[in-house]
T-cell receptor, first 114, second 114 residues
Framework: NAGVTQTPKFRVLKTGQSMTLLCAQDMNHEYMYWYRQDPGMGLRLIHYSVGEGTTAKGEVPDGYNVSRLKKQNFLLGLESAAPSQTSVYFC?????????????FGPGTRLTVL | AQSVTQLGSHVSVSEGALVLLRCNYSSSVPPYLFWYVQYPNQGLQLLLKYTSAATLVKGINGFEAEFKKSETSFHLTKPSAHMSDAAEYFCAVSWSGGYNKLIFGAGTRLAVHP
């Protein structure tokens, strides 16, 4: 099992450009999450999904959109990138065992917006 | 609202010394608590979790944490630090009704010197 994978690993955008980050998991997990990590702020939840075809907003959803068309994939889109979106983005997934079930994280995508 | 505070953004210890990383939480409902570790340029990996079964929780790599409700704390300890423990550590909380989300602390970077 590959676990949680993220594509791409690195990306540089210019202000106003758009892009999509792909997260894939092969553990048949129901829950998937997108976080951003900024120095001194830990991880903050952008959007999450509790199942195929469903999405919900997290703490910092502005400027991002997501889609979960297939259970194994969770896409994060930036329609018009801004320098404030320079960050490291992590995807995670979790099964249905309950609140104490572990979230499994991908390796991250480092995004720079110039 | 739920929140997590990690005291000390940077902690430095000598190899062989005690490691103590502090985490305090705020929750209006019984919390479930987690410690994750992040090695350089990697995703997060679960160290241990409190699920209300036992207040003293043992995790991987010799780490343990004790849930103290009266102090609203979940500090992470290891009796003897190893060079390979150098990483960033995150405390996180989830709770019933929280839609299986995690709220993370800002993180503590642990340095281990010879």
């Amino acid at each position: 099992n590959a676990g949680v994978t993220q594509t791409p690993k690195f990306r540089v955008l210019k202000t106003g450009q758009s892009m999509t980050l792909l997260c894939a998991q092969d553990m048949n997990h129901e829950y998937m999450y997108w976080y951003r990590q900024d120095p001194g702020m830990g991880l903050r939840l952008i959007h999450y999904s509790v199942g195929e075809g469903t999405t919900a907003k997290g703490e910092v959803p502005d400027g991002y959109n997501v889609s979960r068309l297939k259970k194994q994939n969770f896409l994060l889109g930036l329609e018009s990138a801004a320098p404030s979106q320079t960050s490291v983005y992590f995807c995670a997934s979790k099964g249905l065992a309950g609140l104490t079930d572990t979230q499994y994280f991908g390796p991250g995508t480092r995004l720079t917006v110039l | 609202a739920q929140s997590v505070t990690q005291l000390g953004s940077h902690v430095s210890v000598s190899e062989g010394a005690l490691v103590l990383l502090r985490c305090n939480y705020s929750s209006s409902v019984p919390p479930y608590l987690f410690w994750y570790v992040q090695y350089p340029n990697q995703g997060l990996q679960l160290l241990l979790k409190y699920t209300s079964a036992a207040t003293l929780v043992k995790g991987i790599n010799g780490f343990e944490a004790e849930f103290k409700k009266s102090e609203t704390s979940f500090h992470l300890t290891k009796p003897s630090a190893h060079m390979s423990d150098a990483a960033e550590y995150f405390c996180a909380v989830s709770w019933s009704g929280g839609y299986n989300k995690l709220i993370f602390g800002a993180g503590t970077r642990l340095a281990v010197h010879p």
